[in-house]
C-alpha cells in the first residue's frame, strides 16, 4: 500500500506546476507570422494589463493534481508505518525466547 501510494503520489506531484500552460513555441510562431504593427500593440496591451491568468480549467486541474499527491503521500506514511508495526511485530515473536509453561514434569 505505501508503496503504491509512493507512486501514485510522485507521479500526481510531478505534473507541472505554474505556468505550464504558456506555450512558448505556439506564442513565438504566432509573432513571427505577425505585423510588427500588431506584435507592437500586443506587446501595450501586455505592458497596461500584465500577464493574463491560466485558463480556469487548467488551474483546476493543477490544483487537483497537487491535492491529489498530497493525499496519496499521507497514505503512503500511514502504509509505512503500519508497515513497520507489522515488521516490529513479527520480529519480536521471532525473537523473543519461547515462554516456559508452569507444568513441570
Given at each position: 500500500?505505501?508503496?503504491?501510494?509512493?507512486?501514485?503520489?510522485?507521479?500526481?506531484?510531478?505534473?507541472?506546476?505554474?505556468?505550464?500552460?504558456?506555450?512558448?513555441?505556439?506564442?513565438?510562431?504566432?509573432?513571427?507570422?505577425?505585423?510588427?504593427?500588431?506584435?507592437?500593440?500586443?506587446?501595450?496591451?501586455?505592458?497596461?494589463?500584465?500577464?493574463?491568468?491560466?485558463?480556469?480549467?487548467?488551474?483546476?486541474?493543477?490544483?487537483?493534481?497537487?491535492?491529489?499527491?498530497?493525499?496519496?503521500?499521507?497514505?503512503?506514511?500511514?502504509?509505512?508505518?503500519?508497515?513497520?508495526?507489522?515488521?516490529?511485530?513479527?520480529?519480536?515473536t521471532r525473537l523473543a525466547?519461547?515462554e516456559r509453561s508452569g507444568?513441570?514434569?
Amino acid at each position: 500500500m505505501a508503496l503504491a501510494a509512493s507512486l501514485g503520489a510522485w507521479q500526481y506531484g510531478s505534473t507541472p506546476t505554474g505556468n505550464s500552460w504558456v506555450d512558448e513555441v505556439a506564442i513565438r510562431q504566432i509573432v513571427r507570422s505577425s505585423s510588427l504593427d500588431a506584435v507592437l500593440r500586443a506587446w501595450q496591451v501586455f505592458e497596461r494589463n500584465g500577464p493574463q491568468p491560466p485558463p480556469p480549467n487548467q488551474e483546476r486541474r493543477e490544483r487537483a493534481a497537487s491535492t491529489i499527491a498530497s493525499l496519496l503521500w499521507v497514505i503512503a506514511s500511514a502504509g509505512a508505518v503500519v508497515a513497520a508495526g507489522g515488521a516490529a511485530a513479527i520480529l519480536s515473536t521471532r525473537l523473543a525466547p519461547p515462554e516456559r509453561s508452569g507444568a513441570t514434569r
